[in-house]
């Protein structure tokens, strides 16, 4: 069992900054692919960012990509999402998610996730 918590969310100005953090409970999280999905409202859970469980091999979605990165500090059994250059299109509730994989190089894009966290509400204002 994994228990996932987010933080680090809040209201941002366009072209601001915010980091993320998903904290894992447990004592193998580096055991976890973990990936950061988004849903606004009235839209479909998609796909931000996902890194393996060893940190070696990250993927982001197009809309992110050079402006959010993703990492982890398995020694602190927390995964970051750092988010720069906020567009209002970002507005969002962030979720963080984890999957057991024997490979550590391995990322995971669609949902096939096993736990999720509850959730961060991140804003961002014109």
């Known amino acids: 069992q994994v228990q996932l918590v987010e933080s680090g969310g809040g209201l941002v100005q366009a072209g601001g900054s915010l980091r993320l953090s998903c904290a894992a409970s447990?004592?193998?999280?580096?055991?976890?692919?973990v990936g950061w999905f988004r849903q606004a409202p009235g839209k479909d859970r998609e796909f931000v960012a996902a890194?393996?469980?060893?940190?070696?091999?990250?993927r982001y979605a197009d809309f992110v990509k050079g402006r959010f990165t993703i990492s982890r500090d398995n020694a602190k059994n927390t995964v970051y999402l750092q988010m720069n250059t906020l567009e209002l299109e970002d507005t969002a509730v962030y979720y963080c998610?984890?999957?057991?994989?024997?490979?550590?190089?391995?990322?995971?894009?669609?949902?096939?996730?096993?736990?999720w966290g509850q959730g961060a509400q991140v804003t961002v204002s014109s």
């Open positions: 447990g004592r193998t999280f580096s055991a976890y692919a």
């Open positions: 890194i393996s469980r060893s940190g070696g091999m990250t």
């Open positions: 998610a984890a999957v057991w994989t024997s490979l550590a190089l391995k990322v995971f894009t669609t949902p096939a996730y096993d736990y």
